[in-house]
């Protein structure tokens, strides 16, 4: 495509400036799987499945978080976390009988997570999965503030 004719119009029009990247913080989020991939280990010897997951609403809504799962690795302790995960996320996707991950893509779920630094940088690492429409059992308005009844009035 011929882009000379856009020339003056570039030239007036200011760069979309990035975002200073910012992790997302821990929390529980209403997902979608995006994507799945079963790659190769960095070793050869295993494979893991890589889950994209896309934020659905608040402020990170967009965002996405990458899980991985050790399906094949000579660590059987990573093995058996992989598929007590893999097993969590077909249960929360409403999946009775998982014959391929391609199923997953496009499922709605929600996830919870904490910061894991890993080479100096750090981002969210999924620690569980649940079924989309349900509600955390506990809700602190204020977050870093711990949730305390100091109070003797109880309305009984």
């Given amino acids: ?14 760069p979309t400036e990035r975002k200073a990247y ?11 799987i ?10 050869g010897q295993g494979q893991y ?12 809504a967009g965002q996405r978080i990458w899980d991985r799962l050790n399906l094949k690795n000579r660590s059987t302790k990573a093995v058996e976390i992989a598929l007590a995960t893999l097993r969590s996320i ?15 893509v496009g499922h709605k779920l929600r996830c919870k997570t904490r910061l894991r630094e890993w080479n100096g940088r750090q981002s969210a690492e999924v620690v569980e999965y649940d079924y989309y429409h349900s509600e955390p059992s506990v809700v602190n308005p204020q977050p870093g503030k711990e949730l305390t009844n100091n109070s003797d009035d109880f309305p009984f």
């Fill in 1 to 14: 495509m011929d882009l000379s004719e856009f020339d003056s119009m570039l030239a007036a029009t200011k």
């Fill in 49 to 60: 499945l890589e889950l994209v997951l896309r934020i659905e609403d608040g402020q990170y």
């Fill in 22 to 32: 910012e992790p997302i913080r821990p929390g529980t989020y209403r997902v979608e």
């Fill in 90 to 104: 077909q249960r929360a996707c409403g999946i009775e009988k998982l014959g391929s991950s391609s199923e997953l």
């Fill in 34 to 43: 995006l994507s799945e991939e079963t790659k190769q280990t960095k070793d």
